[in-house]
């Protein structure tokens, strides 16, 4: 190894360097820290590769006191291993350096409260990179597993469980790595898929397929069980059998749009309409695809599941802006049932704004069209209809003339532009 390295993020993560509401300071240490660790791989990698061995000991130490409750740390936390372990694997390091990074990694996984370091015990097996190393960190705690794993009562935990299962798939041990998995009373997925990964490294695909399907259960996630069986049966060229069981569950994100655009980039040969259509009716709520058929250019399909569905109101608004240029008479018509679902008391903390909002980006797309009277009288109309303090917005909007409208905005109350419409039950 090259001579001893200074590294800036050892000063900014030290012990219990973060107090409970230290959560976003921390995550921006972590971008610092994978930023300058990288930096350091371009040109020596060894170093770079003690470097995240010192930010994976420094990472329970520093956080330790701070609040996790939002996730946020725990994403963050999770990324940085993501990004800097394969520089670790991938370091020329000689058998005595190496070593000592596992030692130092062992403790600092012993020394972790919250199993931050989970995605280092997963990837144990690739960081000893040989055989002999990962059999010897196999053998260090395979008596313990198979003796804990073999008592009839139940709660016992052995610390390492990943560590040895990860080695054991490393050393090439397929048997023995069943074996002992064989011996848990309950399926159990963390510890499974690598049985799942052995089976595959034999080349067994159909068993690696059926044992990922045996290890559902209880509590056991699904979407992660979905997105291994999709892979294996991409490898074995089975798309439309991939694509029918699990493409909607395996690539299923936050967002509708997120997981659209997974789909369409794992199934380039499915007409992306057809994968809108199918979303929307395995998932039974057509709204949540609006934004992703609307990002796709399919307006049609859009404008059929705003109607159909429970698309937030703000969104149907922003897309009434959008697209004024492009096709008006959709923007009129998603305009309007923004408004309407606003009215009806869809929507989640709306404000006077964001009635106004609705209302003149519906009227944008009258004023497009040549139609700002008939649009007009059609807003008043269903104001009229659900009395309550966005539809006096749209009244006195709608009955005042052009070069009134701004004193008419201005005249809206503090309490109308604070108004909240709160309704669990359509929300």
């Known amino acids: 190894m090259t001579a001893k390295h200074t590294w800036a993020f ?57 609040d996790t409750s939002s996730g946020a740390l725990g994403g963050a936390v999770y990324w940085a291993q993501d990004e800097l372990l394969l520089i670790a694997i991938d370091a020329p390091a000689d058998r005595k350096t190496r070593d ?62 990943s560590v040895c299962l990860s080695s054991l798939l490393a050393a090439c041990r397929h048997q023995e790595l069943l074996d002992v998995l064989a011996l848990r009373p309950f399926p159990f997925w963390p510890d499974r898929k690598f049985g799942m990964l052995a089976l595959l490294a034999e080349g067994r695909m159909e068993d690696a397929l059926a044992y990922a399907e045996a290890s559902r259960g209880l509590n056991q996630p699904d979407t992660a069980i979905d997105a291994a069986c999709e892979k294996i049966l991409l490898d074995l060229g089975r798309v439309d059998e991939a694509y029918e069981k699990y493409a909607s569950t395996a690539n299923g994100s936050s967002t509708g749009l997120a997981t659209f655009r997974a789909i369409v980039r794992k199934y380039p040969g499915r007409d992306p309409r057809k994968i809108l259509l199918d979303l929307a009716t395995s998932s039974g709520e057509p709204g949540h695809w609006f934004a992703a058929a609307k990002d796709a250019g399919f307006l049609d399909l859009a404008l059929e599941f705003a109607k159909a569905g429970r698309t937030d109101p703000r969104t149907l608004s922003r897309a009434a802006r959008d697209f004024l240029k492009k096709d008006a008479r959709f923007c009129l018509e998603v305009g309007m049932l923004a408004i309407q679902r606003i009215l009806e008391g869809y929507g989640y903390e709306l404000t006077g704004i964001d009635v106004l909002d609705a209302f003149h980006h519906y009227m944008a797309a009258a004023e497009a069209l040549g139609i700002v009277s008939q649009a007009r009288a059609d807003a008043h109309a269903i104001a009229m209809k659900q009395p309550g303090t966005a539809s006096d917005i749209i009244i006195r909007h709608c009955s005042s003339e052009p070069q009134e409208r701004g004193a008419t905005a201005r005249a809206i109350t503090t309490e109308q532009r604070t108004w909240t419409r709160r309704n669990p039950t359509k929300h």
């Open 100 to 161: 000592k990074w596992l030692d130092r990694l062992w403790q600092a996984i012993e020394d972790d409260g919250v199993d931050y370091l989970s995605l280092v015990q997963d990837r144990w097996g690739e960081l000893c990179v040989s055989r002999e190393v990962a059999s010897h960190w196999a053998d260090r705690f395979l008596g313990l597993l198979r003796s804990g794993w073999s008592d009839p009562r139940p709660g016992n935990y052995v610390r390492g469980t």
């Open 10 to 66: 050892i000063a900014r993560l030290r012990s219990r360097a973060f107090g409970w509401r230290g959560s976003r300071l921390a995550c921006q240490r972590l971008k610092e820290a994978v930023t300058e660790i990288k930096k350091v791989a371009r040109t020596d990698p060894v170093t770079a590769g003690d470097g995240v061995v010192s930010l994976m000991e420094r990472i329970w130490p520093s956080f330790q006191d701070i």
